[in-house]
C-alpha cells in the first residue's frame, strides 16, 4: 500500500514537471552556478578601479553634491545660517534662504557617472514676501528641530518630525519637502540630520551584519528577513559568501523567494523595499554593493513603474539628486520581468494587462530620458512594451505554477546570461 502510494505521488511530481514550461531546458545548478561564479569574479574585478567624481569631470563648479557631516558640523552649519540671518535682520534688509532648486530644469544626467546631479542654480526664499513666507517659516523650524537632534545626539523618524508641529506643517509632505531642501542649504546628506524614515526594507539570505553592535545572520530571519535600519550609520562588518544581490521589487515576489530558499540554492542575498524605492534600502544596497563587489540582478514588473524604481537604484531620483552620489548603485542589470519575456515565456493573455493612457505616457517620457538612451537594451525592451500596450507583474508567472518563478523562470533566466 505504502509503495502504491510512492508511485502514486511520484507520478504526480512528474505530471508537475512536464507541466512546466522550459524546465527541460534547465542545466545542471553546478552549471548554473558556474555562471554566476565568473559574474561576481568580474563584478570584484570592475569594482576594483576607481569610480569617477564631478571633480574628475570638472564639474563640480557647475554642480553641487551633498557630503555626510558629523553632528557637530551640521550643528555649526546651522549656527552659522542663523548668524547670516540675525545679521541680515539687524542690518534692516529683513532674511531669505538661498535654496538650491530641486525642479526638474536644475536636474542633469552625467553619462560617464551614470547617475543624475543637482545643478547650481538656486532660488530665494524670502520671509517677507507672500508667496514664500509659510515656506520660509517651515524652513526656519526645521533648522530649529535639526539643531535640538544634534544637541541631543537622538534621532526621529520624519512623521515624529511633522508632529511637533502639525499646524505649522498641515501635511507631512510640507516637511519632508522642506528637509531636502535643509539638506541642500546645509550641504550634508539627509541621514546627517539625524531624522530617518520608518522601516520598510527588508532582506535575507547570505549576508552577516552588525546592527549597532549585534551580530545578525540574514539565513536565519526567518521568511520575512531582517528589517533593513533606518539609520545605515549602524550598519557594519558585512560578511557574505553570495555571489549575487537580488533587488525585487515586490514584497510578494521576496517572500516566494525566501520561503523557497533561493538564496541556498543559487547562494545571493535578497533585498526588497516593497514597491517605491526608500533611502534606507537605498543606501543599504550601495552599501552591499561597494563593500562586498557583488553583482546586483534586479526583478521588476514589467511596466514603466517598474523600470522607472530600477533607474531610482541606478541613476538616482530627480528629487533626491543632491545626495545621488550616496544613493545609487551602479551596474544593476535588468534581469526581469522584460517585456519580450512575455511571449518568450508565454505568459497567458489572462495574466497580461492593457496598459493604460497613462502608462503609456509615462513609457514615452521614460524613452526620452537619457539614463534610458544610453542602455539600447532598455530602449528595445521599453519601444516593445509601448507597441504592444501591455504589461504583467511578475505574479504573472505564477499561472504556471506558484514556485514557477524560482523553480523555473529565474535559473532559466541566469543560465542563459540573460540580463541588460
Not at 545542471?28 to 563584478?43: G, R, T, V, W, Y
Not at 540675525?86 to 534688509?93: D, F, H, P, V
Not at 542633469?108 to 515656506?135: F, H, M
Not at 541621514?191 to 536565519?220: H, P, Q, W, Y
Request: a neutral charge; aromatic letters at 6%.
Amino acid at each position: 500500500m505504502a509503495d502504491k502510494r510512492k508511485r502514486r505521488r511520484s507520478e504526480l511530481n512528474s505530471e508537475d514537471e512536464a507541466q512546466l514550461p522550459f524546465k527541460n531546458k534547465l542545466k545542471p545548478d553546478s552549471f548554473i552556478l558556474q555562471i554566476l561564479k565568473e559574474l561576481s569574479d568580474a563584478s570584484t574585478a570592475s569594482s576594483s578601479s576607481s569610480s569617477k567624481t564631478l571633480d574628475d569631470l570638472g564639474l563640480s563648479s557647475s554642480c553641487r553634491e551633498v557630503t555626510d557631516l558629523s553632528l557637530s558640523s551640521v550643528q555649526a552649519t546651522i549656527e552659522s545660517v542663523i548668524l547670516k540671518i540675525a545679521r541680515s535682520i539687524l542690518s534692516g534688509n529683513g532674511f531669505a534662504f538661498d535654496v538650491p532648486s530641486r525642479s526638474g530644469a536644475n536636474q542633469l544626467y552625467v553619462p560617464e557617472l551614470d547617475r543624475i546631479v543637482l545643478k547650481d542654480k538656486t532660488a530665494l526664499r524670502p520671509y517677507a514676501n507672500i508667496s514664500t513666507v509659510r515656506k520660509s517659516t517651515i524652513t526656519t523650524r526645521i533648522l530649529q528641530l535639526v539643531h535640538q537632534l544634534c544637541i541631543k545626539n537622538i534621532h526621529v523618524t520624519k512623521r515624529d518630525l511633522f508632529y511637533t508641529d502639525v499646524k505649522l506643517f498641515q501635511d507631512q509632505t510640507q516637511s519632508d519637502s522642506v528637509l531636502d531642501d535643509v539638506s541642500c542649504i546645509l550641504g550634508c546628506t539627509r541621514s546627517s540630520l539625524n531624522v530617518i524614515a520608518a522601516e520598510k526594507g527588508v532582506v535575507v539570505g547570505r549576508l552577516i551584519f552588525s546592527d549597532n553592535g549585534d551580530m545578525i545572520d540574514c539565513t536565519k530571519m526567518g521568511m520575512g528577513g531582517k528589517a533593513i535600519p533606518p539609520n545605515i550609520d549602524r550598519v557594519g562588518d558585512m560578511q557574505s559568501d553570495a555571489l549575487f544581490i537580488l533587488l525585487v521589487e515586490k514584497d510578494a515576489a521576496y517572500i516566494r523567494l525566501a520561503e523557497d530558499r533561493f538564496y541556498n540554492r543559487f547562494p545571493c542575498i535578497i533585498v526588497t523595499a516593497k514597491g517605491q524605492p526608500d533611502v534606507a534600502t537605498r543606501l543599504f544596497l550601495r552599501k552591499m554593493k561597494m563593500e562586498l563587489k557583488l553583482p546586483v540582478l534586479a526583478l521588476v514588473d514589467s511596466d514603466p513603474y517598474g523600470l522607472k524604481i530600477l533607474s531610482v537604484y541606478g541613476c538616482g531620483s530627480k528629487n533626491m539628486s543632491y545626495d545621488s552620489a550616496n544613493l545609487t548603485t551602479p551596474d544593476i542589470k535588468w534581469l526581469g520581468i522584460r517585456p519580450s519575456d512575455l511571449d518568450k515565456y508565454k505568459i497567458p493573455e489572462q495574466c497580461r494587462l492593457p496598459m493604460t493612457e497613462q502608462d503609456i505616457k509615462t513609457g514615452k517620457d521614460l524613452l526620452e530620458e537619457d539614463f534610458v538612451k544610453k542602455n539600447p537594451g532598455w530602449v528595445e525592451e521599453l519601444s516593445l512594451m509601448v507597441k504592444t500596450k501591455q504589461k504583467a507583474e511578475i505574479q504573472a508567472l505564477s499561472s504556471f505554477g506558484f514556485q514557477y518563478l524560482s523553480e523555473v523562470y529565474l535559473p532559466l533566466k541566469l543560465q542563459q546570461k540573460d540580463w541588460l
